[in-house]
């Protein structure tokens, strides 16, 4: 069984700082894979980057990069220079053999000007 | 990325209905997924298919129902609506290749937002 903890209230951040949301996973997979997707309040979900168990480098897409601690079973997200369109939902998600994604609970992150 | 399409968007219907919910994608994606997801909560998996013809029950119970006749097309079926069905139901697909190596990125549709009155 898979299992992805989010365990953050709701976060707040300054417009243009950084902020890391924390996600930590639970799996038996020797190989597997984590996500993170957004959520505005629209309510589509948004895919923002992709680590592999077995990627030696953490994941970076534009703004967004991946700290990734397989060691501590972690999975942070990272958003540099926030905008006010970060505020959302953002879900941590993990995958394995079975490519079946199992979600966390989610953070609420909120951008002040 | 995957194009996604879902309709309706929003659907306000009385107890009793029955209601299709449409999802198609048009990156001939094999993979199909269909996820429960109530407000401010975390998605649920309820149904899935790896191809046509093929179609699995998820990790959440449902009394909807799927099919996948077409590559492209995976409607959600309920035949009798409830208040308990109100909820947002999320379409995704996904390829199974990403800059070379074999990763299921999940790509979503806008959501249909039901409310069963």
């Known amino acids: 069984a898979q299992k992805i903890t989010q365990t953050q209230p709701g976060m707040f951040v300054q417009e243009k700082e950084a902020v890391t949301l924390d996600c930590t996973y639970d799996?038996?997979?020797?190989?597997?894979?984590l996500f993170w997707y957004k959520q505005p309040s629209s309510g589509e979900m948004i895919f923002l980057i992709y680590?592999?168990?077995?990627?030696?480098q953490n994941a970076t897409e534009g703004r967004y990069s991946l700290n990734f601690q397989k060691a501590r079973k972690s999975a942070n997200l990272v958003i540099s220079a926030s905008q006010l369109g970060d505020s959302a939902m953002y879900f941590c998600a993990i995958t394995g053999a079975n490519s079946k994604l199992t979600f966390g609970k989610g953070i609420t992150l909120s951008v002040r000007p | 990325e995957a194009d996604i399409y879902q309709t309706p968007r929003y659907l306000v219907i009385g107890t009793g209905k029955k209601i299709t919910l449409e999802c198609s994608q048009t990156m001939g994606h094999d993979k199909m997924y269909w996820y429960q997801q109530d407000p401010g909560m975390e998605l649920h998996l309820i149904h899935y298919s790896y191809g046509v013809n093929s179609t699995e029950k998820g990790d959440l119970s449902s009394e909807s129902t799927v099919s996948r006749i077409r590559t492209e097309h995976f409607p959600l079926t309920l035949e009798s609506a409830r208040p308990s069905h109100t909820s947002q139901y999320l379409c995704a697909s996904s390829d199974s290749y990403r800059q070379g190596i074999i990763v299921d990125t999940q790509y979503f549709g806008p959501g249909t937002r039901l409310t069963v009155l």
């Open positions: 680590q592999g168990s077995y990627d030696q």
């Open positions: 799996t038996s997979d020797p190989s597997y894979g």
